[in-house]
């Protein structure tokens, strides 16, 4: 099977930076696009980036010029750079992927979530 597992949420004042990191594992052919989403509490889960097989990137409106994903297809890694936290993105991150598997089966695959507080 294949798993997401993410890392790098935290607590952190608001102007700060945190890395997240999700990491793909099992048994995997090929990752085609990769993403982050987000949930606040109270709220639907929305999409926050995207990054394609050749890497280009879309974002939406409340974190462009502030994040940036990122992915290291050798490592089967996805990164999301998140600069000058505003309280509002404090929510649970988590990473998806599109995933081709070794069976040449594609499916959509979710991480477990990590928690990012911006509070002072």
């Known amino acids: 099977q294949v798993q997401l597992v993410e890392s790098g949420g935290g607590l952190v004042q608001p102007g700060g930076s945190l890395r997240l990191s999700c990491v793909a594992s099992g048994r995997i052919f090929r990752i085609d696009a990769m993403a982050w989403y987000r949930q606040a509490p109270g709220k639907q889960r929305e999409s926050v980036a995207t990054v394609t097989s050749g890497r280009s990137t879309t974002y939406t409106d409340s974190v462009k010029g502030r994040f940036a994903i990122s992915r290291d297809n050798a490592k089967n890694t996805v990164y999301l750079q998140m600069n000058s936290l505003k309280p509002e993105d404090t929510a649970v991150y988590y990473c998806?992927?599109?995933?081709?598997?070794?069976?040449?089966?594609?499916?959509?695959?979710w991480g477990q979530g990590t928690q990012v507080t911006v509070s002072l």
């Open positions: 998806a992927a599109d995933i081709v598997g070794t069976d040449y089966v594609r499916n959509d695959y």
